[in-house]
Each structure stands twice: as structure tokens, then as C-alpha cells.
């Protein structure tokens, strides 16, 4: 473990009142029990195979993040246990979530995950679809489900200018679907931006969550 980059990375983040996700993803169980020991509880997966796997041999105070793309036929895997969904893309996926929820006989915080990036990605939604879904669908039939906020990545380039336009652009609309939508909603305050390669300026434009990998536990 890189443990002054960690140190770092917290201070960073503390200053802007924000959380580190460590993102364990393909690396082992040994890996991330060494960050659990120098107090690190929070992770994130990507596969819910892996998270699930996981989870079941490591402490169970760590609180899981599921990061990736989640397909509905797995909801039910991470249902009992997973803290926070990040990537949560379309209302059917929602519909599942709560069904899970309601199985498991508690409430699933979730971010709805938004497609910011100039790359093509399946994922996350558009900012003309969200604010179609929220104007339409009513949050109190989702009995078991917390919107916690929203999440998304920035493309993938060494021009800053883009990345920090992205982030802005999504930290604008946060603020915007917060203010139209869950004024009354004590838990709708996550901005989860800023990887690696980015986490700085995804600070800088109100993350909430950074979400970091290979800068803490080495290259994939
Ligand atoms: C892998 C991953 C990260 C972390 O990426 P690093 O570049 O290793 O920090 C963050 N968010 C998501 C959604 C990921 O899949």
C-alpha cells in the first residue's frame, strides 16, 4: 500500500469535508485489510461477484460501495448488505432495488449515476433523461430506496479544462435536481466524482466522494 499517498489523499479530502471510497477492485483481500488496519472503511467494488466475495471474509464493519455497473438480475446479491449504490442508471433498475430492499427489510442508499464524459458509454443518464425521470416518477413509491445524491465520471484526458467543465457541469446540476426535486430530502447531499487521475479537481468542483484506486493500491 502506498500509505503517504493515503495519508495525503485523506488530508485532501478532510479539507473539503469529502470521503475517500477506496476502490479495491481486483486487488486481494490482503490489500484492502491493510488499509482496514490503518482505519480505512470504506471500499468500493466494481463486480458484484468480487464485492460479494469479499465481503463475506473481511471485517464486517467495512462499509461496501457498489461503483459499477449494476445489472438487475444481481440486485439481490448486494441487497442485504451494500452501503451505497453508485451507478444507478434507469427506473427499472430503481423498481428492483426497492423490491430487494423491501425483502431485505431495510432502506438502500443509491446515487443515480449521470453520463458527463465526451466518451461513448452505455451508462448513466443523461441530463435531459434524469430530470425526465424525477419530473415523472413519484420517489414515494419507492418506499425502500434513499437518493442519496449523484455520480459520474469525467473522460478520460490530460486536458484539465474538460475534465473540470465536466465536473462543474454536473456539480450544477446536483445543485440544481437537489434544489427541484429533494429540497425537503435530508440525504440528498453526495456528489461522488474524481478518480485517480482527476480527484483533485473533482474536489475542487464539490465532490462529496472521491472514488480512488490504483493511486492507493498500485496499477491494475
Ligand atoms: C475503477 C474505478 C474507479 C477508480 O479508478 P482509479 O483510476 O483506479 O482511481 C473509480 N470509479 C469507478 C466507477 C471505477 O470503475
Redesign the pocket.
Known sequence: MNERMYLEILNEANSFGAKV?A?S?TKPVEAIQAFYDKGQRLF?E?KVQELCDKAAILPKDIEWHL??HLQSNKVKYIAPFVSLI??VDSEKLLEEINKQAIKNKRVIPCLLQIHIAKEETKFGFSEEEVLDMLSTISFQSFSNIEIHGL?G?ATNTDNEDQVEQEFETLHKLFLSIKNNFFSNSPYFKELSMG???D?KLALKHGATMI???????GE?
Not at 472514488?211 to 493500491?217: A, D, K, P
Open positions: 471510497i476502490v477492485k468500493g466494481n461503483i459499477g453508485h451507478a455520480m465520471m478518480m485517480s487521475s480527484y472514488r480512488v484506486g490504483s493511486i492507493l493500491f491494475r
